[in-house]
């Protein structure tokens, strides 16, 4: 089944008609709406769909009664109806149910039919209030968001309707609909509409029109009839619905002609990051209307529309990148908005240093707990990864440079990986190998070593352990496992003593630069994946060796008095970083990345799905012993580092519940279905129960697929969320490399005739995919398969 379609014709005006409560007059108003606008636009059809009706069958909104009486001419349809006069999730119980998916899918499908007939209108009318669940339980106002349509509110005139009809529009506004008009009838008893008028158009510039009440119900039906005809004579034809429709269709007008003009706009005013303006024109800017889920709304090409008319405006497209790799649990996630709107009411902003709000203190504890690592007893907050990794910098060079007794002017460095990246701020920057991304940076001055480093990857469908052939002569040559789970076997490799070629390498190189007078604060790396610098999956075994030889090296590294044995949790040669802000928080299927490698950070950087891709934040969690280094008497000892916004609540309130969702998720068994024996990645047999749990919702028979087309492939691998496809590059390997474009320019054309693509983002050579955590199987089926559609044509 092809994505949630966004409801956008440049031919056809949807609107969706929400009532503030049940008994509000929707489906009158709906029935005026619709009758007006046939008459008006007397050359377009005018269509009405009822996705969910409740009731017995011969009331029907698509049989008889309103539409169908009133409203001649005008195309009805009711998708789903069921006989109890309920609410639909309850009534639809001991039914065949349809999932949310399906029924958006409907609504796309006779919205798509009328698109294509002729010109003219598509009115939806909800069931009951706002938040009325539908037939699988899912409140209207979260089920219809990803079709986006623009919304007909219908306020409620009696008593307590002012408080309903606030409420109601707060809702829709926390979900993204875009309320273009309020209608209300009139009803001088209680007023309302004054009330509301003043509400609505002085504070949000929407207009509120009111609509004469419909005559009171008659006991003879066909005087009822008769009278509610010609009600809807007279005001199908009356000036204020004339006015109303045309507002709305001006509205429609606007709506496309602003998406159509965003990218030329945004081409002369916007310096976009990572780019080469040179070879960047409108055309290639892609116009994002909306976001749910784990795909954006984006804007079809004119030039495609002009050809066909019946294209929509608007088509799905798969956030491949999942957002530069922040987004988690799903664009537009109501529990996320929440969160934000509620801190945001409860705090705004509010300033950190010495004081302490709940959010911060409750995700502090949620972190620490989560990591399951006895050494971080301490939160530093601060904005995003960059920073995050220059705090966590400056606190090992400082612990470092003290225990060793060093001048504070002396030129103290890092220990790296090449190829590890660690953010765009000049601290973090320098912390880097030169590169492309700071080789043209006039202050850049890298501080540091970086060692090279055998990758795992998937070719002719088998786990190679590749090492560098400049290494092979010091690490021996490659090695093929049977299993992913094979490759993390840490405790059976170590066993085998496969770690003692890595940690006499590492040694060896260590004590070369230390005996030419090179002094280090710091080993840095990204536990498991390193994500910008070309999205290479390490051997854990070397992270692991790298780690072990550091913390065992304190003679290596300089003259201090022995280090206190009695605590474990201090930290020993130099304190361990890990930079975790992609790799971290179930981007790789764990809590923790650093639980791969069976080691612990001194100092572990968090950030990015800390808060689900919602906003920015970012977390350096330290031990104590690192803590206690920046005590004095003295304040100019302090880490003096901050933040106008340090720990504002609204990030944090959010991270919390986002850690919360995905820790329910983990407990639940949600990812049950890519733990399964068909992901193993193992050629024969069943996955052993003994080994490490190693999964991905990237199926294995993809993974296979993709290793075995040699002609363009060097090698893939899969691991929680992410799949990275490495490119043959005639150009050579690295950013530069143009290898992946014509892939990526594959996907995004995408399926033409169901109309979604794969937006997605390239590092040189290597094309990624990432899900969410809450991506399902069916998306990553229809991914997987466009995925090998774009390589086969290739």
Not at 230 to 244: A, D, F, L, P
Not at 570 to 598: C, H, Q
């Amino acid at each position: 089944m092809a994505p949630v379609h966004p409801l956008l014709w440049s031919s056809l005006r949807v609107f969706q008609v929400y009532g503030a409560n049940t008994d509000v007059g929707k489906t009158i108003i709906a029935t005026l709406l619709c009758r007006a606008a046939n008459n008006i636009w007397k050359k377009e059809q005018t269509s009405y769909l009822k996705p969910v009706s409740t009731g017995p069958e011969d009331e029907a909104d698509d049989r008889c009664t309103h539409i169908e009486r009133y409203a001649p001419g005008v195309l009805r349809k009711t998708l789903l109806q069921y006989d109890l006069a309920m609410s639909p999730h309850a009534a639809a119980k001991g039914k065949l149910v349809p999932s949310d998916k399906e029924l958006l899918s409907k609504i796309y499908q006779f919205a798509s039919r009328s698109a294509a007939q002729q010109p003219g209108w598509l009115f939806i009318e909800t069931a009951g209030g706002v938040h009325s669940p539908g037939p699988t339980g899912t409140t209207q106002a979260d089920l219809y968001a990803a079709v986006r349509c623009p919304v007909v509110l219908i306020a409620d005139s009696k008593l307590g309707g002012i408080s309903l009809t606030i409420s109601a529009f707060e809702s829709l506004k926390l979900r993204g609909y875009d309320v273009e008009s309020i209608l209300i009838f009139q009803d001088s008893e209680y007023d309302n509409e004054k009330y509301l008028r003043n509400y609505f158009t002085a504070s949000h510039g929407i207009p509120v029109a009111s609509l004469p009440k419909p005559p009171p119900r008659a006991q003879d039906k066909d005087a009822d009839a008769r009278a509610m005809l010609q009600y809807y004579k007279n005001e199908s034809q009356s000036s204020g619905i004339r006015n109303i429709l045309e507002y709305l269709n001006q509205r429609h007008q606007a709506r496309i002609e602003r998406l159509e003009s965003m990218p030329k706009d945004a081409y002369k005013r916007i310096w976009y990051p990572f780019t080469q303006h040179t070879s960047l024109s409108p055309e290639k800017i892609v116009a994002i209307d909306s976001a749910r889920g784990d795909f954006f709304q984006t804007v079809v090409p004119k030039a495609e529309r002009t050809v066909n008319q019946h294209i929509p405006v608007l088509q799905p497209s798969f956030d491949g990148s999942a957002s530069w790799w922040t987004q988690g649990l799903g664009h537009g996630n109501p529990s996320l908005t929440m969160a934000a709107a509620y801190a945001g009411g409860r705090y705004g902003h509010v300033m950190f240093a010495g004081a302490v709000h709940e959010p911060a203190l409750a995700l502090a504890d949620t972190l620490l707990c989560g990591m399951k690592n006895p050494r971080l007893t301490r939160v530093f907050y601060s904005d995003n990864g960059s920073t995050g990794v220059e705090v966590a910098v400056k606190m090992s060079l400082r612990a470092s440079r003290l225990r060793y007794g060093w001048d504070a002017n002396t030129d103290i460095g890092i220990i790296g990986l090449k190829g590890g990246y660690h953010g765009d701020t000049m601290g973090a920057m320098d912390c880097a190998e030169p590169s492309t991304y700071n080789e043209n940076i006039e202050w850049y001055n890298g501080r540091g070593i970086w060692f090279d480093y055998p990758s795992v990857k998937c070719s002719r469908g088998q786990w190679i352990v590749e090492t560098p052939d400049d290494l092979k002569a010091d690490l021996g040559g490659n090695k093929t496992f049977t299993s992913l789970s094979d490759v993390f076997d840490i405790d059976s490799r170590e066993s085998n003593d496969e770690q003692k070629a890595y940690e006499q390498y590492i040694e060896r190189r260590l004590s070369h630069y230390v005996s030419k007078g090179r002094k280090f604060g710091a080993l840095l790396i990204e536990p498991v994946v390193i994500g910008a610098g070309g999205m290479a999956l390490v051997d854990p075994l070397y992270q692991r060796a790298l780690v072990s030889v550091v913390r065992r090296s304190a003679k290596l590294f300089g003259s201090c008095p022995e280090p206190d044995t009695s605590d474990p949790t201090s930290w020993t040669g130099l304190p361990i970083i890990f930079d975790e802000v992609f790799t971290g928080l179930y981007r790789l299927g764990r809590f923790t990345a650093s639980s791969f490698l069976k080691t612990e950070a001194d100092i572990s950087v968090h950030a990015k799905l800390l808060t689900g891709g919602f906003v920015p934040l970012s977390t350096t969690l330290a031990s104590e012993s690192i803590f206690h280094v920046f005590e004095s008497e003295d304040k100019a000892d302090a880490l003096l580092h901050g933040h106008s916004y340090t720990a504002h609540p609204i990030g944090c309130q959010v991270a919390v519940e986002s850690l919360r969702q995905m820790q329910a998720m983990e407990k639940k068994g949600e990812w049950d279905w890519a733990k399964s024996s068909d992901w193993s990645g193992r050629l024969v047999g069943q996955p052993d129960a003994m080994k490490p749990e190693v999964w991905s919702i990237w199926p294995w028979d993809l993974l296979y697929w993709i290793s075995n087309q040699t002609d363009l492939i060097a090698g893939a691998w899969a691991l929680g969320s992410v799949l990275a496809i490495h490119m043959n590059a005639a150009d050579g390997l690295g950013y530069k490399s143009n290898a992946a474009l014509k892939l990526q320019g594959s996907l995004l054309e995408g399926d033409r005739t169901t109309v979604w693509n794969i937006h997605s983002r390239v590092l040189g050579n290597v094309l990624y995919l990432m899900g969410g955590q809450k991506t399902s199987k069916d998306d990553i089926t229809e991914i997987a398969s466009m995925v090998k559609h774009a390589l086969t044509a290739h």
